[in-house]
């Protein structure tokens, strides 16, 4: 059992350059969810998932776009990367039914550096 | 929305307690978390809190006033290991189920 992976744990991007970060859970978790941390800040959502088909924007969506097509992949596209977009993202998910805590499995992260 | 307020920093000697306070203001509270954060590394899950009172699991204990909305993690017989950032985070119902705010954590620094 995985948990969470994320992939690629580095990258540096040049101003306006795409990329996509990649999200996989194996844990049947009906929630994903994608957040960015800035150096000492606690962590922003910037889109999440309820289920496969179904996502919805968080507290800071511009400038980033997901789809999930799948219940195990929740990808995280970054068109025309800005400055501002240097940071820590991290994927979680959970599993929400009724009630019961529902804590997060976080993935690793990936560091990204925009110049 | 929520506002969720909690200390920035907080030193302690190892063997000894810390609390740490999380505030928050929701219009439906539907739970409350701690997460534990080592630097360069993912949160980990610490405690849940959806009544009010007390949960304790092991060396940690958290607790919940919904009234006041206020809830505190406690860390007990300190280790060096414990140094960490520790993230409080709501759910409100209003806002869409499973849905989290975090809190900017509190680094918490051990010293021998």
């Known amino acids: 059992n995985a948990g969470v992976t994320q992939t690629p744990k580095f990258r540096i991007l040049k101003i306006g350059q795409s990329m996509t970060l990649q999200c996989t859970q194996d844990?049947?978790?009906?929630?994903m969810y994608w957040y960015r941390q800035d150096p000492g800040m606690g962590l922003k959502l910037i889109y999440y998932?309820?289920?496969?088909?179904?996502?919805d924007k968080g507290e800071v969506p511009n400038g980033y776009n997901v789809s999930r097509s799948t219940t195990e992949d929740f990808p995280l596209r970054l068109e025309l990367a800005a400055p501002s977009q240097t940071s820590v993202y991290f994927c979680?998910?959970?599993?929400?039914?009724?009630?019961?805590?529902?804590?997060?499995?976080f993935g690793p992260g990936t560091r990204l550096t925009v110049t | 929305g929520q506002n969720i307020d909690q200390p920035t920093e907080m030193t302690a000697t190892e063997g000894a307690i810390v609390q740490i306070n999380c505030t928050y203001q929701?219009?439906?509270?539907?739970?409350l978390f701690w997460y534990q954060q080592h630097a360069g590394e993912a949160p980990t899950f610490l405690s849940y809190?959806?009544?009010?009172g007390l949960e304790e699991k092991g060396r940690f204990s958290s607790f919940l006033s919904r009234s006041k909305g206020y809830s505190y993690l406690l860390l007990k017989e300190l280790q060096m290991k414990d140094s960490a950032s520790y993230l409080c985070?709501?759910?409100?119902?209003?806002?869409?189920?499973?849905?989290?705010?975090f809190g900017a954590g509190t680094q918490v620094v051990v010293t021998p």
């Open positions: 979680a998910s959970s599993y929400l039914q009724g009630v019961g805590s529902y804590e997060q499995y």
């Open positions: 844990m049947n978790h009906n929630y």
């Open positions: 998932s309820v289920g496969a088909g179904i996502t």
């Open positions: 929701t219009s439906g509270f539907n739970g």
């Open positions: 809190n959806v009544l009010d």
């Open positions: 985070a709501v759910s409100d119902r209003t806002d869409s189920w499973g849905k989290f705010q």
